[in-house]
């Protein structure tokens, strides 16, 4: 369903307040900084009420007792950390890992298994090398089920083990499924190139 004036109009303050947090959710999930035109089209809405809705956002941020916040950056807009909270970024998050790869698990995690092509919509071109670590660390295993031209991902016993994660879904663990899929953790990763040809 599409957020757009239609669904939403500007006199109603619930609108820009749903608009607002699925702009949020955008730019958290994303990780990255996004130009106005991604964010409208990943939104449902037109570019200036993507703008107004990313100007209430800052205001809210700007207001806000957190360590998040939402800036106009070279790129675009992004949600970030605010500075004074960055040295937590090494007490607080494996030393191997970044934010992105992290913010990549967590997408894998909270999704799981799914595809490789819907990880890269959601997080953008950087999943690929995200992903490629994660499945170098041991986080994430790749398999191809039978008749897929895609690979899927989902977290690994390492991963349960490392992060002292008890329950998830079955499905997340690196078993191979009953249909017969392939855990494929050492093949090369794809690239949109690859997909083409």
């Known amino acids: 369903m599409s957020l757009d004036s239609d669904h939403f ?27 106005l035109a991604s964010i409208a089209e990943l939104a449902g809405c037109s570019r200036d009420h993507a703008y107004e809705a990313l100007l209430e956002l800052i205001e809210d941020y700007a207001h806000r007792d957190s360590a998040l916040e939402v800036l106009a ?31 990549t698990l967590a997408t894998i995690i909270l999704k799981g298994p799914l595809s490789q092509p819907d990880l890269v919509d959601l997080r953008g071109g950087s999943a690929y090398q995200q992903v490629a670590e994660l499945v170098e660390k041991g986080f994430v295993t790749r398999y191809r089920p039978s008749g ?28 191979p499924d009953p249909a017969g899929d392939e855990a494929t953790s050492d093949l090369p990763l794809l690239t949109p190139e690859d997909a083409e040809k």
């Open 9 to 35: 109009p500007q006199n109603r303050p619930h609108a820009s307040l749903a608009l607002k947090n699925q702009i949020e959710a955008v730019l958290y999930l994303k990780g990255e900084p996004l130009d």
């Open 73 to 103: 950056v070279e790129k675009g807009f992004a949600l970030q950390l605010r500075e004074p909270f960055l040295p937590l970024v090494n007490q607080i998050l494996p030393p191997e890992l970044g934010v992105g790869a992290m913010r």
């Open 148 to 175: 897929s031209r895609a690979y899927w991902l989902r977290v690994t016993h390492k991963f349960h083990q490392y992060f002292s994660v008890d329950e998830l879904a079955s499905a997340t663990l690196d078993e």
